[in-house]
């Protein structure tokens, strides 16, 4: 049974720096994962943030990154804003199927 | 511009089925990956199944594999998402997603709920 595992909440102050994470029950998480980040706000659709790995969308706001960083992949917010509390869910691939995290509450305050 | 529109919603009974369909627009319908997602209320997304619209392959998720059926008709670029053997744990907002190129997930549709109660 593959599971992956995101911290279930974190709290940052407005301004700060934030660095949520994404492991596979396999093993260390590489490019071969494509892992992609999505932020959902309440009674929202999630959106698209982070795409195989690293890459940002158009819209993406420059303070997000993503990464590999110990064996995980790695979402930084830098310069964290009030409106980034969100629920964030990072999504890895397992060849013939997707499996997503269980999602991070982040709280900014 | 892109758009997924998502429709099919309702109030399904117990070991019904529920078929829901995601009309795409503003792209080569043929050209990329087309998933389902669903999130039960207050819970996290999981991922239910993915067509290639182009050859119209599939691929399931294990829990999933005997109940889901993704299908597709590429006349109207419509994505089609059934169900079967409803149950109550069924209940959830059911999205459907582009994956433009390997790995690169963009546009959701907007979501539709499915309830599952007698």
């Known amino acids: 049974q593959t599971v992956v595992t995101q911290e279930p909440s974190l709290t940052v102050s407005p301004g700060g720096t934030v660095t949520l994470t994404c492991a596979s029950s396999?093993?260390?998480?590489?490019?071969?994962?494509?892992s992609n980040w999505f932020q959902q706000k309440p009674g929202q659709t999630p959106r698209a943030l982070i795409y195989?790995?690293?890459n940002k969308h158009s819209w993406t706001p420059a303070r997000f990154s993503g990464s590999l960083l110990g064996g995980k992949a790695a979402l930084t917010l830098s310069g964290v804003q009030p409106e980034d509390e969100a629920e964030y869910y990072c999504?890895?691939?397992?060849?013939?199927?997707?499996?997503f995290g269980g999602g991070t509450k982040l709280t900014v305050l | 511009q892109v758009q997924l529109v998502q429709s099919g919603a309702g109030v399904k009974k117990p070991g019904a089925s529920v078929m829901l369909s995601c009309k795409a627009s503003?792209?080569?319908?043929?050209?990329?990956?087309i998933h389902w997602v669903r999130q039960a209320p207050g819970l996290g997304l999981e991922w239910l199944g993915t067509?290639?619209?182009?050859?119209?392959?599939?691929a399931y998720a294990q829990s999933f594999q005997d109940r889901v059926t993704v299908t597709r008709d590429t006349p109207t670029s419509t994505v089609y998402m059934e169900l079967g053997s409803l149950r109550s744990e069924d209940t959830a907002v059911y999205f459907c997603?582009?994956?433009?190129?390997?790995?690169?997930?963009?546009?959701w549709g907007q979501g539709t709920l499915v309830t599952v109660s007698s």
């Open positions: 396999t093993g260390a998480v590489t490019s071969n994962y494509y």
């Open positions: 999504l890895l691939h397992y060849g013939n199927f997707w499996m």
């Open positions: 067509i290639n619209p182009g050859s119209g392959g599939t």
């Open positions: 503003g792209y080569t319908f043929t050209s990329y990956f």
């Open positions: 997603a582009r994956e433009m190129s390997p790995g690169h997930f963009d546009y």
């Open positions: 195989t790995t690293s």
